[in-house]
């Protein structure tokens, strides 16, 4: 097997077109608890880093907004009642089961009207070229077989100006902090992911992922090899996560 | 945004401090209506002691508070904490904005629209306490609760009061504020006089200068 034919699955060296169906159970199993899984996971942390995203993103009223891995849609809502009646957000998965739940999780709330849901590969958005002012992905692209497939294929499908924003677990920049994280990742976590959705594999799966993606600064070169210009990123809890920033020109 | 603050901790503190609001927003509706006027505008409050930016945006649902905005703004105010607190207690806010050490840029009848209503900001405190406890005990907590406020706001000023007459009459430590400025304007009478006589003595000069020349 040549290394374009592989790719990583947490810790484990597996086939390329094998990678987006292991993902795929991972959150099968984890969609119904996903959004109480993530509050117990970060002690509700993750709202604070979605919200910094939404401010940087710079959307405002009327912008229409791809939001990608949208899962349960968190960044989604708030995009939706932002950009107002005038705009568009659509929420992408590639997984059908988180899709379903952030579906209903925004019906339920009564948002419908400016939304849309899409089940999409990041690899392969089925979108035309320049079409969105903003899109951001949250927790998703390390679980993206091809990364800088997916950055290129975002790039495509932002319109000239437009930002992408990524929203990504990190390198933490504190040896203290990074050993405390590595406790927490591989010890607490899957036993927490046990307790709650009673699947430890794919929360053991999680902390092995964050592992293998790259860093900030691997990031940042890989988005701009993507075509961006004006890459930055900005570390959030010592870099546990960062956020990158990039435009299309 | 701000320099130097960890963006989580900044985040955070604005998303506490607008929940915060908008709890406070949810229970004076009329002020919510005003709100909603304004909900085109952003205003940027550059705070340079402490160094905090803080961009503010009104809307129907609330108030939206973020540390970072790239579009354009309504108004831009910049100065030290003390400044922005001193428009956000004013009673006339224009004045303030005049007169105070606030640098301001852009259109100003917002701001001072703004500040005008979360000032009168007139919370039904009753609201959510019926809510939880019924109809007839939440009234009874709001009257006991309003009374107990009523009584202390007046003790509170009351007491105010008597320790100021202590201290000016009955223990003389300091004078009495009309005392004080009798005394104010009876040394600025003496300046001016002073300055009078001081003229008419260089005129006296000149012209005895002028006889014996």
Known sequence: MTEKDTTHFGYKEVKAEAKAGLVADVFHSVAARYDLMNDLMSGGIHRIWKRFTIELSGVRKGNAVLDIAGGTGDLAARFAEIVGDEGRVVLADINDSMLQVGRDKLLDKGMQSNLEFVQADAQFLPFPDNSFDCITIAFGLRNVTDKSLALRSMLRVLKPGGRLLVLEFSKPDNDLLSKAYDTYSFKVLPFMGKLVTNDSDSYQYLAESIRMHPDQDTLKDMMEDAGFERCEYHNMTGGIVALHKGVKA | ?213
């Not at chain 2, 905005?69 to 105010?77: F, I, K, L, N, R």
């Not at chain 2, 809510?131 to 309003?146: F, K, N, P, S």
């Not at chain 2, 100021?164 to 504020?177: C, N, S, V």
């Open chain 2, 1 to 213: 945004m701000s320099k130097g603050i960890n963006p989580t901790l900044h985040t955070a503190a604005l998303a506490a401090l607008e929940s915060g609001l908008n709890r406070a927003l949810q229970l004076a509706p009329a002020t919510a209506a005003e709100l909603e006027q304004l909900q085109d505008c952003i205003f940027a409050l550059h705070c340079t002691a402490p160094e905090i930016d803080v961009y503010l945006q009104p809307a129907a649902s609330g108030i939206r508070l973020m540390g970072i905005h790239e579009g354009p703004v309504t108004t831009s105010v910049r100065g030290e904490a003390s400044d922005f607190a001193e428009l956000a207690t004013a009673k006339d806010p224009a004045a303030t904005l005049i007169n105070g050490s606030l640098e301001l840029q852009g259109d100003s009848a917002p701001l001072i629209e703004l500040q005008k209503t979360l000032a009168s900001l007139d919370m039904d405190w009753e609201a959510p306490l019926v809510d939880t406890l019924g109809d007839v005990a939440g009234h009874q907590v709001a009257q006991i609760v309003r009374a107990a406020v009523g009584w202390g706001s007046q003790a509170s000023s009351s007491l105010t009061r008597q320790l100021g007459e202590f201290i000016h009459e009955e223990a003389r430590l300091t004078p009495p504020r009309l005392e004080l400025e009798d005394f104010y304007r009876d040394v600025q009478d003496l300046g001016l006089r002073v300055e009078r006589l001081q003229s008419r003595t260089a005129r006296l000069r000149r012209r005895l200068q002028k006889l014996q020349g």
